[in-house]
């Protein structure tokens, strides 16, 4: 089954206390792609301007990403500046250029309005909900968002949120959105909004799932080396939307083994700036890694 991402392709410029990266491949919807093309096809939607090397489209392809709806306008394409400090969990934003995605609104290619899968990653939410405009009868629509949206347009977010099976936001923007410190009491509250599943993405300390009344919460794995966390959360929803997306099942006890995925390819991402790492994985070390996150949850039954 194929999967519908609607998002920003960027140029991002990255310092780190690890390292520093000029101008790589970024945006939402690219990491996002990326992650979830090792479970499953899928059709992106963006922006680019005249400057977009061909090469970044040629990758795309190679991912088998349908890229029939990135549409290259005249002007620059989105730029993004940022500089993360030795706790690594929050970028400082030192200079944000949107350029073509400005102006960006959504259109969908005929081909993709039969896609059931849709994720609306991190846009207006007025634009998230023209997009499921175009878009027939989905079998699960997910999205993400964050504090901007959330302070300067609450209500449209809310309209939005009606239309939504499953919200994946950090802690942050959840304490915000509910206006609830308790993530417990606050997943409550967001649920009542209109999404059936909330997944609080947690950076270091991993994601809890909500979903009727049971909760899940997975670790993230301790790696020895992080250089780079942008794009972090966006691979996490990429091989989380992925993996739910290529078995087509949305029981609880499945959302969890995405959650795990999500996590896996938030993992390696992290490991490398841009895309670096995860160009170059295969499903094998996935599967390695998702047997390790099983042994760091494992412990015996009280005797």
């Not at 993004?80 to 073509?100: H, S």
């Not at 919200?167 to 304490?175: K, S, T, V, W, Y």
């Not at 996490?236 to 078995?247: D, H, I, S």
């Amino acid at each position: 089954m194929s999967l519908l991402v609607v998002g920003s392709v960027a140029f991002d410029s990255v310092k780190t206390p690890f390292g520093e990266a000029e101008e790589v491949l970024g945006g939402s919807a690219t990491y996002f792609s990326t992650a979830a093309s090792y479970f499953t096809d899928v059709s992106l939607v963006a922006v680019v301007g005249e400057d977009f090397p061909e090469k970044h489209i040629t990758f795309l392809k190679s991912r088998k990403i349908d890229t029939e709806g990135i549409e290259r306008q005249k002007g620059k394409t989105f730029r993004w500046k940022g500089e993360y400090g030795f706790e690594l969990n929050e970028a400082r934003t030192l200079d944000t250029q949107l350029n073509v995605f400005q102006s960006f609104k959504p259109k969908l290619p005929e081909k993709y309005r039969n896609i059931k899968v849709v994720f609306l990653a991190n846009i207006d939410p007025d634009l998230q909900r023209d997009v499921l405009r175009q878009v027939d009868s989905p079998d699960v629509v997910a999205c993400d968002t964050m504090n901007f949206w959330i302070e300067g347009k609450k209500d449209s977010l809310l309209e939005t949120l009606k239309l939504v099976d499953i919200l994946l936001i950090n802690d942050g923007e959840a304490r915000e959105l509910s206006g609830e410190p308790n993530l417990v009491k606050a997943a409550e509250i967001i649920k009542s909004y209109g999404p059936k599943t909330l997944i609080i993405k947690r950076g270091e300390y991993g994601a809890l799932m909500f979903k009727d009344r049971k909760i899940f919460a997975a670790p993230a794995y301790p790696l020895e080396a992080v250089f780079d966390p942008t794009g972090a959360g966006d691979c996490f929803a990429g091989g989380f939307m992925g993996y739910l997306a290529n078995t087509m099942n949305f029981e609880e006890s499945n959302i969890r083994k995405a959650i795990i995925f999500g996590s896996v390819m938030a993992s390696y991402n992290v490991e490398s700036f841009s895309l670096d790492r995860i160009k170059s994985l295969d499903y094998r070390e996935l599967e390695s890694r998702y047997r390790e996150f099983k042994g760091l949850t494992h412990f015996e039954d009280l005797s």
